[in-house]
């Protein structure tokens, strides 16, 4: 018997985030209850891997208050828009760099943290990136543009964290998957 969920109740709802409990049975019958937070209006997340022409890769760095640091990441954000995924992607790309994709293309999908979240992230490649107007910024965003070449990305990274600032470990994995798609893409 597989496991299966039976139930949901939500315990809680903000204006972004809900909390959710699961009924959950396993596979030998049993019952017991999972909590959860799950995004309210939004239909997804996108985050994107832009990178250069000339082989710079964008970063974005805001500070996050969940973590109390500020954060170096890929653009990203909810699909709370009615939008499809990769016009979110490409709406966010354009909001918080500024930039334009010359091409782009889905990489990855998958949770965030699935045994505390139900958010499902679909990532997508940017190639060709252009920077074509100022950010857009909502209003509770302030997001700080990097650029750092793909030759010894590593290294600059590192260079980057500190007390105050956190990377966020998503970079590393999916870095090397647009990588791999970079000459597949050619």
């Known amino acids: 018997m597989p496991v299966k969920i039976i139930g949901k109740s939500t315990n809680w ?8 409990q ?10 017991f209850q999972w909590e959860a937070f799950q995004r309210c209006n939004c239909s997804g997340i996108a985050a ?14 805001q500070f996050r208050p969940p973590v109390g640091k500020y954060v170096i990441e890929f653009p990203a954000g909810l699909n709370d828009k009615g939008q499809s995924l990769i016009e979110a992607a490409r709406r966010e790309l354009l909001e918080e760099t500024g930039c334009r994709a010359g091409r782009m293309f889905p990489i990855a999908t998958g949770p965030l943290s699935s045994g505390a979240s139900t958010e499902v ?9 252009v920077f074509s107007a100022e950010q857009a910024l909502d209003p509770h965003e ?5 650029e750092l070449p793909l030759d010894n990305f590593y290294e600059h990274l590192y260079a980057l964290q500190d007390e105050n600032t956190y990377i966020d470990l998503k970079l590393y994995g999916l870095l090397e998957l647009a990588k791999r798609h970079l000459s597949d893409q050619d």
Do not use: C, H, M
């Open 22 to 31: 699961f009924e959950v049975e396993n596979s030998e019958g049993e019952r």
């Open 121 to 129: 992230l679909t990532v997508y490649a940017a190639l060709d990136v």
């Open 48 to 61: 994107i891997v832009p990178i250069t022409k000339d082989g710079t890769v964008i970063v974005v760095r």
């Open 142 to 146: 302030d997001i700080e543009i990097i």
């Open 13 to 20: 709802s903000g204006r972004f985030l809900q909390a959710v």
